[in-house]
C-alpha cells in the first residue's frame, strides 16, 4: 500500500506540503496541488481518513423537484455507482444567500470532489471557499473554476425567439423566473434580446418571478392587457407549463390566440396536448460528463476543461404561425 511519504516524494515536495495538498488544510500552489494529485492518483494512494470508507462525491443543484436537474442528478449517481462513490445532495432553492451554507455541508464529509450548479457563477459566495476537485453543470466556467459542463443558453434564447418570429410573431413576451437565481435564465433572456435586435424588433420587457412556487397560480391578466404579446417564451419548461395554465383561466387558447415556448425539454411538455416547442437541454448526458470529468479531475489528476453539450430544438403544438 502506498504510503504518504511515497506521494511526496514522487510529487517532489515535502511531507507536509502533500498532506495540506490531500486533506485540504493549507495553502498550495496549482502546480503543487497537480503534482501531487497526480502522484497519488499513480501510486495509488488513499489518505487514512478515507480507508475503509466508502468515497463520495457532493452535488449542489437549485432544487431536487426540478425534473431537469433530477434528471442530471440521476445520471450522476449512476456514473459513480460505477466508479464506486457515493453521492451527497445539497440544494440551494434558487437562493444564492443559502449556497455556501450548502457547500460547506458537503465539506464536512471530506468529498472526493464537487459538481455544483449555482445561480451564478460570478457572484457565488460558495466559490470563494478552498474547494476539492470542482465542476460547474450548467454555469459557464470561471477563471478560478475552469471545469465546467455547459449547453450553450444564450444561443438557445436566440434560436427560439428567431423561429417564433420566423413564424411571423413579433410582439414576443420572455416570462422567467428571477435573473439574479439562474445565470441559465439570463443567458436565455439575453439570446431572446440577440434576435429581436437581428430582427430589427423591439423587446418588451422581460416579466420575472420566483422560481420557487407559484407557476399554477400565475396570473398574466396585467401583462396580457398591456403588452398584447402574440407569443411567450418561458425560461423553462415547468413555468412553459404555468404560462400555458394563466392563459386558458384568461380564456384564451394555445396556440390559438396565444403561441407558448419554453426550455429544457422535460417529458411531461410532450405530453401535454398540444405538446409543448421547446429547447431540448441533454440533462442527463450532462450530467454523467460532469460525473466523468470530476473522476478524471480527482483520481488521474487530469487537467480542467470545459465542455460544451448541444441542445435541440423541438417544435411541438404550442406554436403557431400568424
Not at 116 to 124: F, G, Q, R, Y
Not at 130 to 156: E, I, K
Amino acid at each position: 500500500m502506498a504510503t504518504l511519504q511515497q506521494v511526496a516524494f514522487r510529487a517532489g515536495c515535502s511531507l507536509a506540503t502533500a498532506s495540506r495538498v490531500l486533506n485540504r488544510n493549507g495553502p498550495a500552489s496549482e502546480l503543487m496541488v497537480h503534482k501531487v494529485r497526480r502522484a497519488a492518483a499513480e501510486l495509488g494512494y488513499h489518505s487514512a481518513g478515507r480507508l475503509g470508507r466508502r468515497p463520495v462525491i457532493g452535488v449542489l443543484i437549485p432544487s431536487i423537484t426540478n425534473p431537469v436537474f433530477a434528471s442530471s442528478l440521476s445520471s450522476i449517481q449512476n456514473r459513480m455507482l460505477v466508479a464506486g462513490h457515493g453521492v451527497l445532495i445539497a440544494q440551494s432553492n434558487y437562493d444564492p444567500a443559502r449556497e455556501a451554507d450548502a457547500v460547506a455541508a458537503l465539506l464536512n464529509d471530506r468529498p472526493t470532489g464537487l459538481i455544483l450548479t449555482v445561480c451564478d457563477p460570478s457572484t457565488s459566495e460558495a466559490l470563494l471557499a478552498r474547494l476539492p476537485p470542482t465542476v460547474l453543470l450548467n454555469n459557464p466556467p470561471t477563471a478560478h473554476f475552469p471545469a465546467a459542463v455547459t449547453a450553450d443558453n444564450r444561443g438557445a434564447g436566440r434560436e427560439i425567439t428567431t423561429f417564433l418570429i420566423g413564424m411571423g410573431h413579433r410582439r414576443i413576451l420572455f416570462l422567467s423566473g428571477n435573473f439574479a437565481a439562474s445565470d441559465r435564465a439570463r443567458l436565455r433572456h439575453q439570446g431572446y434580446l440577440d434576435a429581436m435586435a437581428e430582427n430589427g424588433l423591439t423587446p418588451l420587457d422581460a416579466i420575472q418571478i420566483s422560481f420557487v412556487g407559484g407557476y399554477d397560480q400565475l396570473d398574466l391578466n396585467a401583462a396580457m392587457t398591456s403588452l398584447s404579446p402574440t407569443a411567450i417564451i418561458a425560461s423553462n419548461d415547468l413555468l412553459a407549463l404555468g404560462v400555458i395554465g394563466a392563459l386558458k383561466r384568461e380564456g384564451l387558447s394555445v396556440p390559438g390566440d396565444v403561441s407558448v415556448a419554453g426550455f429544457d425539454g422535460i417529458a411531461i411538455g410532450r405530453l401535454i396536448d398540444p405538446p409543448l416547442t421547446t429547447i431540448e437541454m441533454p440533462d442527463a448526458s450532462m450530467g454523467a460528463t460532469a460525473a466523468s470529468l470530476l473522476l478524471d479531475m480527482a483520481e488521474n489528476a487530469a487537467p480542467a476543461r470545459h465542455l460544451d453539450v448541444a441542445y435541440t430544438l423541438r417544435r411541438g403544438g404550442t406554436v403557431r404561425a400568424i
